[in-house]
């Protein structure tokens, strides 16, 4: 997680099942209680969709910045909170430590992916130091609830989702693993019916000059239009529907899930559901129509936090890039995994406001060639995939579009292993391998 990541996170000032802010705490004897709450809210987090992050240096109340003292930071260790980990999670996790500074002052966040393949389970029982409270039960399943707390999951519901989860990861795993044999894409629909979206693109894009206004369609941004490849009106679905359907695929894997739901802003219209928001730092709305149409354009974060090159070029982050197509990819196959009746997708990829632009890098490790600019304005891609090859390749259609991004900005060498190395930092909040060819 970048720095802006992270400071876009705490000053947020609003916790959430995949944020937790804490002061923090010496690892030492005396702090016990403090330790084994924080490996029952890790173990929370990696039963929740997408996992989450642990802030420390935050005051959980007021959500001030107040930074960790000198002490605190020394005995904060990836090693010792991994023992710990190991003693009571089953099967155990990886998980990052990552230390740097938020308004002048130290905190520290502790990266928690999403379990790979089966929930994880207290393994052992742990009281309190009083002895007056249980605090890891021996058998329980622990998630993070919509009221942003660590609960023992106590419904069959909440049992059901987290089974359900389970049981589609392997269910992909398997679908990657035909797909992977075959790789004989089928053959698609010849026949489409883009004239009879155009009335709801041309709908959302009037919606989006409404709410997004200050020059944003003049400005540099992402734009992602997917659909199925037959339009249908009235698919057996209640509008409320739809919101289910956004909540269950958002992506929450950086801080700022994809898409964003303002929740004072989002709301219904005759034939979808929408949201938006329009602030210093992120200008983004999406539509998605009953039809099975999902619209969503976004303000390059480069351009609202004003990162330019010395020369004063505007520019686009490679990390950032490679973040945001997996995140997009990643929300579709979910998406449209619970949609009804979508069996063939098209899906348009588009970046606007190119021309110029420079690709560079904030991470100081992987520096960038000066001569990656694109003098192309528009960058655009498009996918045809089955739902069921979406399902099982998600990832690697993300790398395929990041690639060819890649190649208008001259960096036509990317190895694919590379951008592998970059998805699996992304899904698994873990250090990046050593030996990675660029």
Same mark, same amino acid.
């Given at each position: ?31 016990? /209680? ?39 930071? @020394? ?24 230390? &740097? ?48 707390? +660590? ?6 519901? /909440? ?8 049981? +589609?990861? *392997?269910?992909?795993?398997?679908? *990657? ?7 004989? *894409? ?34 540099? *941004? ?41 929740? /004072?802003? @989002? ?56 973040? &945001?197509? +997996? ?64 399902? @099982? ?8 579009? &990041? ?36």
């Amino acid at each position: 997680m970048t720095l802006d990541e992270i400071a876009s996170l705490i000053h947020r000032r609003s916790e959430t099942p995949h944020v937790d802010y804490k002061e923090g705490f010496e690892w030492k004897k005396e702090n016990r /209680d403090h330790q084994l709450g924080l490996i029952r809210d890790m173990i929370a987090m990696a039963n929740i969709q997408d996992g989450g992050a642990i802030v420390l240096g935050v005051e959980d109340k007021t959500y001030n910045v107040v930074g960790l003292s000198g002490p605190i930071l @020394a005995s904060l260790d990836q090693s010792y909170i991994g023992d710990l980990l190991r003693g009571y999670a089953d099967p155990t996790f990886p998980f990052e430590l990552q230390r &740097t500074q938020i308004d002048s002052c130290d905190v520290a966040v502790i990266h928690i992916p999403e379990f790979v393949d089966v929930p994880i389970v207290c393994e052992d029982s742990a009281q309190s130091k009083d002895q007056k409270k249980l605090i890891l039960r021996r058998g329980a399943l622990y998630i993070r609830t919509d009221a942003s707390q +660590t609960m023992e999951i106590s419904s069959a519901e /909440d049992m059901r989702k987290l089974l359900s989860r389970a049981i +589609t990861k *392997r269910s992909d795993e398997m679908l *990657r693993q035909i797909e992977n044999l075959l790789r004989v *894409r089928p053959i698609r629909p010849i026949e489409e019916t883009d004239n009879q979206f155009e009335k709801e693109l041309s709908e959302a894009d009037i919606r989006f000059k409404e709410v997004l206004q200050k020059g944003f369609f003049n400005a540099g *941004r992402w734009e992602v239009i997917a659909r199925p490849t037959q339009y249908t009106s009235n698919r057996p679905i209640e509008l409320a529907d739809l919101k289910g359907f956004i909540r269950s695929s958002q992506v929450n894997l950086r801080g700022w899930p994809f898409p964003y739901i303002d929740y /004072d802003k @989002a709301v219904m219209f005759n034939s979808g559901y929408q949201s938006h928001t329009d602030t210093a730092e992120h200008r983004e709305g999406f539509r998605l129509y009953k039809s099975g149409l999902f619209v969503w354009k976004a303000g390059f974060p480069e351009d609202l936090t004003n990162l330019k090159t010395e020369q004063g070029k505007r520019t686009l982050d490679f990390v950032v890039t490679i973040y &945001t197509l +997996t995140e997009i990819f990643e929300f579709l196959k979910r998406l449209y995994a619970v949609f009804p009746s979508v069996e063939h997708l098209k899906i348009t990829i588009r970046l606007t406001g190119c021309q110029g632009r420079v690709l560079t890098s904030s991470n100081l490790s992987t520096p960038v060639r000066p001569d990656q600019e694109s003098s192309e304005s528009t960058i655009e891609l498009v996918e045809s995939p089955q739902e069921v090859e979406l399902r @099982a390749s998600a990832d690697e259609m993300a790398r395929e579009v &990041t690639r060819h991004i890649f190649a208008i900005f001259n960096w036509t060498d990317i190895k694919d292993q590379y951008l592998i190395e970059w998805q699996d930092k992304l899904f698994h909040r873990v250090g990046q391998r050593r030996g990675t060819e660029v």
